[in-house]
Each structure stands twice: as C-alpha cells, then as structure tokens.
C-alpha cells in the first residue's frame, strides 16, 4: 500500500459525537482527500473514561480505544484551561471543576469564586489541546496548541462554550466568547493543535498504512 492510499478506505473517526467538531475537521482534512466520522456512526462504542494524568494522555486513549474498536484511523483531543494561579488547574479536570454535576455555568461561577482575590496581573492562564492520531497498526502522532490569555473577573460575550466568557485574548482584547466561529478557529488551542498535526500528517499517513 502507498503513502498515497488510506489504511481504511481513506476514513477516518474522530472520537466525538459533536457535529460541529467533524465538520470542521473534515474540511481540514479535505486536501488529503479523507472523510471523517464520528463516534454517532459506531453506536456500540460507550463513553470513554478520560483516567490520564495528562491532556496528550487522555487524547491517547481515546484515540487509541477507537482505532482499536472501528479498525480505522482515529482522532481524540483533550483540552482544558491551565491557570498559572492555580498551579495549572482545572487542567484535566476543566470539564468536572466543579464536581460532580458540572456545568460550564458551575465551573465557571467556581473559577471566579477562588480567584476573586487574584490581582489581574496574577490571572494569566492558558487554553491547551493535544490531539491524537493513531492507527490500528499502532502508529501514532500527537501535535499541541495553546492559547495564551487572562482570565476575566466576570464573563462577557454570548458565544463560545466552556470558560470562554472568562477567558480574555490579549492580542484582540476581546474575550473567547466575543469572537466569531472563524477569529476563534484561528487562534484557538484546537485549531493550533490541528494544523501542527496536520503540517506532519503525511508521514504519519504513509506508517499508518504500512
């Protein structure tokens, strides 16, 4: 098989359910000639426990449980907010901060409350994603994106999902949840994440299908 040729009928899954998510995947991905689906396509797959310690871990596994289950090509991400403040928390934890239950609401009510009495200076924080390639062969590749910000004293913008209403990006002055679908794709830690993987796909197409 050449580098050329996809390992599984040039599909590949990415490990979500989330329609927005494939879409835009997709469309990265469209130079390279692939179709992506998502986890809707393999009902049988159950929700997978994110048990890493890490982001690049639990993208991993997430990845990794995939490819073994469908016998494609499989992508996961896992991302989170790092709050120098905090000791890098919520970290792995973003999506449960605020215990069981948890809301982007909670979650963000909890971060404001522990860091009422942060001076801004102290508020720096970062978005971070690690997304997983891997393949039934066992070939993998990871790739990182980040995006450096503040977090906000109190939300602003209707946007966005997550902590993105506290989230403030320096270079715009807006926060996450102020900027349309399209300025946040391009600065976002996913969309950064992507295109480093992206600029490596090629090698990695070529040992996937070996």
Not at 86 to 113: H, I, W
Request: aromatic fraction near 6%.
């Amino acid at each position: 098989m050449s580098a050329a040729e996809s390992p599984a009928d040039k599909r590949i899954v990415l490990a979500t359910r989330n329609t927005g998510k494939i879409k835009e995947l997709e469309a990265l991905l469209a130079g390279f000639g692939l179709s992506v689906l998502g986890l809707d396509s393999f009902p049988d797959i159950g929700e997978i426990e994110e048990t890493g310690a890490t982001f690049a871990e639990n993208a991993a596994l997430k990845a990794r449980t995939v490819a073994q289950a469908t016998g494609l090509v499989a992508l996961a991400d896992d991302s989170g907010l790092v709050v120098d403040a905090l000791s890098g928390a919520p970290g792995v934890y973003s999506a449960r901060f605020s215990g069981e239950g948890a809301t982007d609401e909670k979650n963000n009510q909890k971060l404001l409350a522990v860091l009422k009495d942060v001076p801004e200076a102290e508020r720096g924080c970062r978005f971070v994603s690690v997304v997983a390639a891997i393949a039934p062969n066992g070939a993998e590749l990871l790739a990182e994106g980040r995006w450096e910000g503040r977090v906000l004293s109190a939300p602003r913008g209707g946007g966005g999902f997550g902590y993105d209403p506290l989230f403030l990006d320096f270079d715009l002055g807006q926060s996450a949840a102020e900027l349309s679908r399209e300025a946040k794709n391009a600065r976002s830690h996913r969309g950064n994440a992507l295109r480093a993987l992206l600029t490596r796909w090629p090698d990695f197409w070529a040992r996937a299908a070996k």
